[in-house]
C-alpha cells in the first residue's frame, strides 16, 4: 500500500482507536462498580462477615468492664496494643499477647506468644510451643480479664470438642420456651449472656491466677493505648468506667435502649452485627 | 480491621493521587509546551518530514518572499545577499543552527502537519506531492535591511553585535527584527561557525543583559505609583552617592546638582534614581517589574522570547540601590524592553508580540488569522501619560537628541548597561522610544554590544529606522 | 431473531463480555491496520487474529480451569496486548522482533501468574515457607554482585545461556510475602532486616528506581498495618536523608536531576533520551500521530523505559490518559480485594501488590512526562523484556490468589450462616458461575 495512503487511513483510524479505548475503559470501570455493589449488598446479607464470632466479658477490671463483647475474626492478634486485631485493655495484657486462628474442624486455634501466659478451658499455656483449641462457650483468661466464646451462628458447632461437649451449662438456665430456640435467636442470646455472668458470679472472687507483670516489649508503650486516635475512646478509662456496653440486664427493655456506640467505624460494624442478631437474627428484612 | 481498612483507604487514595497527578501533567505539558518540544529544531521528526512534503513560503507583511523551497526540495532564500542576511535570525537556516526561527517554530504549519484529513484525501487522488502551508510574518523584510546597514554604516555601530526590535504598539505587530552580526543562510562557512562573536544568536530574543538606565521607565513608574507627590520632590545629586560604602556614579562623572523627577529622567540621573529605589523599597519596585512582565514566564503563541528577570531573593541595600538603574542582576532581552516601550506608548498596556500575520493553506484557505491579545497592564493610563512626557522631553533636549527626526514626536529612552563580557568590564548601549503619533505607532529597542553610550550608538540608528518608517510605512 | 440482535442480547448484563468483545475489536482493527503498512504483512493478519482469540481465551475461558478474578485478568491482557502492539509496530519501522518476542514472555508471564494464584489459595501454614522464601530471595538479590553485567549504569542484570534476568524483580514478590507475612504477625524486626538488605543490595547495583519502589512500598505497607504515623514519618525522613546524601555522594543521580530540570542543557548526551520522549510525546499532541506513524525508534530505550512515549506519539496524550485510567483501575480492584480479605496477610499481601504496581506506574510515567526524574523501571505488562512481565504477572497473581481465597471465605461464611433468604450467585467477577 503506497506511503501516503496508509497515512491517511492510519490518521483516520486514530478517532476509531480513541474511541475504542474510551468504551474499554468505560466499561472497565463500570464493571468495577458494579462487582463492588453487589458485593456490598451481598455483605450486607452476612452481617457478620468476617468475625467467628465474639469474646464476651464476663468479669474484667476497671479497664474492661463485664459485658463487653470483642469481636472476633478469622485470624489475628490479641493484645494490648489498638493495632491489634483484637485489642483487649485490661491489666495483665501485653502488647501482643496471643495468637489465634479459626479452623473449620478444630475451632479456634489460640496460641499464646513467646512468654506470655494465657488459661484456656481450665489449662494453663504459657509461651510459643503450648496451643489450645476453643469452641462455643469455652472460657478465656488473659491478664485480668476473663472472657467467654461465642460462636456466630454457623461457627458453633466447630471443633470435635464441642461435638462431644454437653449441652452448653447455661441451657439449664434458659427458660423452657426458649430451649429449642436457634442460636441466633435475640431472646436466647439475651438469656445466655445473662447467664454466663451469673454464672460467673456464684465461682470464687478471686482470680485463678496471678498474671505475670506487663514485660517491656520492643515498642514501648506507656498506658495510654498508643495507637491511632480513630479507636473508641472508651478505652481509656483511666478516669472512671464509662461502660462501653452497658450490663445485660434481663430487661428486653434496656438491650433496644443499645444505642451508643463510642468510636466510628469499629463501632458501626459492632452495631450492624449486634443490631442485626438481637432484632433480624441475621435475616434478610 | 476497621482502623485497617482506613488505612487501606487512605493508601489506595494515595496512589490514585498519584496517577492522577501524572495524567494531569501530562495533559498541561502537551497543551502548553507541546508546540515548543515539537518546534525544537533537534526534533528530527520534521526533518524526515521534509523529504515527504514541500515546505510552505515564508512571506513578509509587503508580500516579499523570504524562503521557499526549490525542485529538489532544497530551502531556498532572497537572492540578494544583503536581504537575507537581514532576516537570518528572523526565519532560521537549514540546519537550525538558529533556535526558533520561523522555519523550525511554524514547522507544523510549513511542513503540513496542520492539513486536514479531507485535504490529504485530495492531494491523494490529485496525485500530487503535499505541500505545507504558507505563513506570512509580521515583519517587514526591507525594514530589516535598513536596520542591518545602519549598524554597518555608523561609525560606533560597524562590527559590533546587537539586536533591534519594532514593534506596533497598538497591534503587537512586530515589524523589524534583527540581530547582529548576521550571516549568509546561504554560505555557512566554518569561519562563520567558529566566530566568536557567536553569529548563531538570536540577540533579540535569546540574550537578557542589563538594561542599564532604560529601566528607568520602570523606577520611575513605580515611583509615581506608590511615592506621595514624587513629581515635586527635589532630589540632589552630587555625581557620588555613598550607599553601604559603595558609591553611586554617573556616566561620565557627571553632577546635576538639584533637580526633580522630570528632569531626573531627561539627563538620567543614576544618582537621583538610586535614590528614589531606596524609597521606594525592594518590594514595591520589584512588583511594578512584574507589571511590566519581568520574572514572568513567557509562553507567546508565537514567539520563544527568553525570560526577563528581576531578582528575588533578599538583596543588599547597594544592589536596590543600582537596580533603580537597572543593573545589579536585572536582566531583559531587546524584545521585552521594546514590549516595555510599547506598553508606555500603548496607554499602559502591553500587547502580546505577534509574529505570525496569516497561515494559508496550498489551496488558499485562511488557516490562522492574526489576533490581537492583550498579554496585560503594565501600568495605569495617568502614568503612562507622566512617562511619556518624560520620554519626548528626552529625545527633544535629553540624552537621546541622536533620535530626533523632523515631523515626527519622538519618546524615547537612552540606557548604558554595565556589564561584563568573557571576563572584561563592558558598556552596552541601549534606546528605547516610540513614535507618538497615531499615523505610525511603532515602538523600537536597539541595543548594542559593548556600545558604552546609548545617546551614542543606539539612538542614531533608532533614528534610521524611524525616518524608513516615516518615509516608507503607510498610515495606520 | 438476527443474529446482531442475539449478540447483543448476549451481553446483556454482561460486563465481562461487553469488555472483552471491545477489547478484541480494538486489537482486531489494530492488527489489521497494521498488516497493510508497507508491503503486506502476513504476520500482521496473523496477530490480529490470533491475538484478539488469546485474549478470549485468557479472560474467558482461564477462569474456568483456574480460579481467578476475571476483570483484573481482561485488565491486564489487554495491556500486554497492548505491549504487543505497540512493539510490533516499532518492529515494522526498524525490523527487530520485538512484538513476537514478548508475546512468548506472556505466555511465561501467564505460567507465573498461575503459579502465584495456587500458591497464595492452597498453602494455609507460611511459617516455614517463609523463611526459605527469605533466604532464596536474598541469594537470588545477590547473584548479580558476584556475576552481573551491568546494563544502562546499573548492575542489575545475571545473564545465563542468553537470557538476561533480573533477580530484583523476582525478589519483588519474595518482598511482599515476607512484608505481609510478618506484619500481619505484627513483628517488626524480621521483616526490616530483610528489607534493610535488599535495599542495601539495590543500593549498590545503583538500581535507584526499583530502589525506590521498593522503600515506598515497605513504608506504606508499614503504615496500612500499624498505622504508626510517627515512624512512618521518621521511615520518610530517613529515606529523604539518604535521597540527599546520595545526590551529594553519587554523580549520576546529580547529572540525573540536572538533566531532569533543565534537558536542553546536555541534549547530546545526558540529556538525549528525555528530550526525545519530549518531542515525541508533542509530536503526538493530543490524538496522536496514527498507528504505524510517526519515529519512535528514535528514542533510545524506546521498548522498555520510554514504551509509553511510543504510545502517546502514535495515538495521543488522551489515550494516554485513558491508559492510566487503566492502571487507575487495577488499584481500584487491587484496593477492594484487599478490603475484603478476611486475614491480615491476606489483606496487607493484596494491598502491598496493588501498591508496588501503582508505585511502578507513577514513577515510570512521571519520568516520561518530566514530572519525576528518569528512572529505569519499566511499564507494567506492556514494556518489552521477560522477567518484567513475569513480575507483573506475579504481582497480579497474588493479587487474584487473594481474591479467590476471599471468595472462598464467603462461600463458607454463606453456607454456614443459614442465610438462604435469596438464592442470587455469589457476589464476584464470575457472573456465570
Redesign the interface.
Known sequence: MPDELYEIIALAARYWFLLLMVIIAWRSYRWFAKDRKKFKRRLKLLPDAGYVGELVVVQGDEFVSRGTCLPVSREGVLGYLRSNDICLTAGGVANRHLWYSFDDTDGLLVEPLRGRMIVADGRELVGKKMRAYLSHGSTLVVGQAKMRLRMFSGFEYAGEVAAQRLPLDEADMLPEELADAPHNDPVRRMHEIAAWQTMTEDEAEEPAFYPPEMDDDDDADDYDPPMDDSGPDAYVTQDGSQTFYPPVLDDDEEILKREEYVGEDEAETMKRVVWDKLFRGGKKP | ????????????L???G??????L???Y??TV??????A?S????YR?AKS?VIAGDIIDRNGVLLATTDAQGERVYQADKEARQSVVHLIGDRDGNVANGVDSFDASYLLGFETT?PE??LT?IKGEQ?HGDDVTVTVDSKLNTVIVRAFNTHVRTKDKSGAAVVMNYKTGEIVGFVSVPVFDPANISDAVKADTRHPFWNRATQSTLPPGSTFKIITASSALENLEDIENRTFTCTGATQVMGSTITDFGNAQHGQLQLPKAFRVSCNNTFAQIALLLGDNALRRTAENFGFNDNFLFRDIVVENSTYPTENRTLIELAWSGDGQSQIAATPMHMCMVAAAIANNGVMMEPRLLSRVTSPEGLVRLRMTLKVYRRAVSEEIAEIIRGYMLDTVSRGTATAAQVDGLSIAGKTGSAESSLDGRDVTHAWFVGFIDDARYPYAVCVFVEEGTSGGGAAAPIAQAIFRYIQAYFPFQ | MSRSSRFTKSLRGRPDRKLVSAIMLFFFSAFFLLAFKGELNWQGFMLAAVVPLLIYIATMWLPRFFPADKLLLSIANFLCALGVLVLYSTDLIKGTNYGMQQAVYYGAGILAMLFCILLVRYIRYWRVFIYIIAVCALGLMALPLAFGTEVYGATNWIVISGISLQPSEIVKLALLLVLSYYMSRRRFWPWLIFAVLCMGVLMFQADLGTALIYYMTTLLLYYASTGNLWMTGLGLLGGAGSAVYGYFKFAHVKRRIAVWRNPWMDFENTGYQIVQILMAIASGGLFGMGLGLGYPTIIPVYQTDAIFAVICEQFGIIFGVLVLCMYGILILRGAFIARNARRSFHGLLALGATIMLGLQTFVIIGGVLKLIPLTGVTMPFVSAGGTSMVSCMGLIGLLQGVATVNQDDLTYDYEVSHNRADEESLPFANPDT
Do not use: D
Open positions: 480491621m476497621k482502623p485497617l481498612h482506613t488505612r487501606f483507604r487512605l493508601v489506595t494515595f496512589l490514585i498519584l496517577l492522577l497527578l501524572a495524567g501533567y501530562g495533559v505539558s502537551i509546551y507541546g508546540n515548543r518540544w515539537f525544537s533537534r526534533n528530527l521528526r524526515e515527504e484529513l490529504r484525501v491523494l503535499r
